[in-house]
């Protein structure tokens, strides 16, 4: 292997195990935590809920980073399949508008679309097309403040392409850094400073699947004031596929839910 190569993969190899160590340590010390206080007899149930809640939370964020490095594997391995289908934009986007409303609830975020097109027709993967558009939403999420958040998804047509773009009013990029962002791994806020959650895989995994479906993206962006990311995609997909890994992926989760579902079931009785 060419050292160059081997440098590239010592240190991609580094950063997959920066972001593995904290959810690893968190799980350890919280079982040894319930062990120990366990054995003395000296452990709250609210307590344990709360530690339960912690090993919960991180074994999720360890499986979607190892999806995440798996995807990213696939993608560099040139294996992404596609579904390629014809679908009336307008359902696609009634959809997402109802997905999207449980979000705002939850997040305190309010989100304004604007639609305007001649033709609502369009051949594409509308479950890339649609992970694409959730990445932007929940980075405009992530770094808006919590207060007076609001998301506006602008979908339009020109000629043979369809715009989307989705803008925040959040924290900005500085320009030196917005190239930077769709690298892998990379995060502008260091380790020790974050306040929010992410591995820096979603907009390089976001980048790839812009590839495959032959668009453009563009990002503005200011600081304090807000960002805005833009995705040109042909109105007919030019590529043709037969699976999807995301199927996979939601088709594992479902697995993981029923087994947990079943096990649940059995210490019930
Ligand atoms: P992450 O999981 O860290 O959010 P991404 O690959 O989606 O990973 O984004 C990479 C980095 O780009 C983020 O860590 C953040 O610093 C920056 N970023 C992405 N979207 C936005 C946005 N809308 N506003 C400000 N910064 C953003």
Redesign the pocket.
């Given at each position: 292997m060419p050292k160059d190569a081997a440098s590239k993969m010592i240190q991609e190899l580094a950063m997959i195990a920066h972001e593995l160590r904290r959810p690893i340590e968190t799980i350890a010390k919280s079982a040894e935590l319930v062990n120990r206080a366990q054995a003395m007899s000296a452990l709250k149930e609210e307590k344990l809920h709360e530690i339960m809640d912690g090993i919960i939370t991180n074994c999720h964020r360890l499986s979607l980073l190892t999806h995440n490095i798996m995807e990213i594997a696939n993608i560099e391995n040139g294996n992404v399949k596609l579904i390629v289908e014809k679908l009336d934009l307008n359902i696609f986007l009634d959809e997402l508008k109802e997905f999207l409303s449980l979000y705002e609830y939850v997040h305190n975020v309010k989100f304004v679309f604007k639609v305007s097109l001649k033709d609502p027709l369009m051949t594409c993967d509308f479950k890339k097309l649609e992970r694409i558009i959730l990445?932007?939403v929940?980075?405009?999420v992530?770094?808006?403040k919590n207060t007076n958040r609001r998301v506006t998804i602008t979908v339009s047509d020109k000629d043979e392409y369809i715009t989307f773009s989705?803008k925040?009013r959040?924290?900005?990029?500085e320009k030196k850094?917005i190239d930077?962002?769709?690298d892998k791994f990379?995060?502008?806020?260091s380790f020790s400073t974050r306040q929010?959650?992410?591995?820096?895989?979603?907009?390089?995994?976001?980048k790839r699947f812009i590839e495959v479906l032959n668009g453009e993206i563009s990002v503005t962006?200011e600081v304090g004031k807000?960002?805005e990311?833009t995705v040109k995609i042909p109105r007919v997909s030019k590529s043709r596929g037969t699976a999807c890994k995301i199927l996979e992926l939601s088709r594992s989760y479902q697995m993981y839910k029923t087994s947990v579902d079943e096990i649940f079931a059995d210490i019930q009785k």
């Open positions: 990445n932007f929940s980075n405009a992530k770094y808006s989705v925040d959040g924290i900005g990029i850094n930077k962002i769709f990379y995060r502008i806020e929010t959650e992410g591995c820096g895989l979603g907009l390089t995994i976001v962006s807000g960002s990311f």
